[in-house]
């Protein structure tokens, strides 16, 4: 059986995976920055969503700046006008073991600056006067700027994300952000200290927020491509919730839950079921009745809804 399905995946390419194979993110600008995902977290970028109704894809009506107006179902906040002053909201609900993925969506017409998207317990203040990144200003929050790619935490910017970039000013180091891999010399440079200052990249309107408490890292996945750790060190065990600020008046962000898993390995089943998904790709996906498979599998790998 294993050899015949091999034969239908790959045969009409001379061994090798059909062009459709490809996913919507190869011509992602952000694809040479990525790095390959985790078993555990492309089964559930391949898995079906949560239930919209899930409380924790609503913002908290109560840890919520009195300048962001929350929508009556829950899960869009607006930030009114207001002079001098930067706003927070987390969401209703905190994880504090799994790995969990939200969806933000968040104009990039809207967002001006100190538009910071990220992670925080619930003692981070959710109002500030002035405008600066309130999530990742202070111990409590972890937060990516959106408009500059820079990180923060503590209230300091500890470098530029995607990893590998740099911004005159941003010292890519500190217990919470993940080091360059490349470039490593014996007395501890990265190989980036004679760069120039990268260019700030356009984030698009949908970010993902890869939150594994377990390990205690944060990561974001943008257009498809899953840009690494982000920060590791964050306090495991703690509640950990969803969070965003903005000094932008108009600004609409919207937060959905997508998926969550406990921390054991996947199973070989979901495994085998996963790659062959991949192997036939988004153009070949309605095809799974002509897979040389019993009818109980073909339906085990129809696409997740």
């Not at 504090?96 to 910071?116: D, I, N, T």
Request: charged share 15%; proline share 8%; aromatic share 6%.
């Amino acid at each position: 059986m294993g050899l015949t399905l091999s034969h239908w995946l790959y045969g009409s390419s001379s061994g090798k995976p059909s062009s459709s194979s490809s996913s919507s993110s190869s011509s992602s600008s952000f694809l040479p920055m990525a790095t390959p995902p985790s078993s555990r977290l492309l089964l559930m970028l391949h898995s079906a969503l949560a239930d919209t109704k899930d409380r924790r894809s609503c913002w908290s009506p109560a840890h919520c700046s009195p300048h962001f107006r929350r929508s009556g179902c829950g899960q869009e906040v607006t930030r009114a006008p207001a002079q001098q002053s930067s706003d927070g909201v987390r969401g209703e609900r905190g994880e504090r073991r799994g790995l969990h993925l939200w969806e933000v969506l968040w104009s990039p017409k809207h967002r001006g600056s100190h538009a910071v998207v990220g992670i925080s317990t619930s003692c981070c203040p959710l109002q500030a006067s002035g405008y600066t990144a309130l999530v990742g200003g202070d111990s409590e929050s972890w937060g990516w700027e959106l408009t500059s790619n820079q990180l923060w935490h503590q209230g300091q910017v500890l470098g530029v994300y995607p990893r590998g970039r740099r911004q005159e000013g941003c010292c890519p180091k500190g217990p919470w952000l993940v080091e360059p891999r490349s470039h490593t010399h014996p007395c501890g440079k990265t190989g980036l200290e004679d760069q120039g200052p990268a260019p700030a990249l356009t984030i698009p309107e949908r970010v993902l927020l890869v939150l594994d408490a377990d390990a205690g890292t944060l990561g974001y996945i943008v257009d498809g491509c899953f840009l690494g750790v982000a920060f590791c060190g964050l306090p495991k065990g703690a509640e950990l919730f969803p969070a965003v600020s903005s000094v932008r008046g108009g600004a609409v962000i919207r937060l959905r839950y997508l998926n969550g898993a406990n921390r054991d390995a996947p199973n070989l089943m979901a495994l085998c079921g996963l790659s062959i998904r991949q192997s036939m790709g988004n153009q070949r996906g309605d095809q799974t009745a002509r897979l040389p498979l019993p009818p109980p599998l073909q339906h085990y790998l129809l696409p997740s809804l």
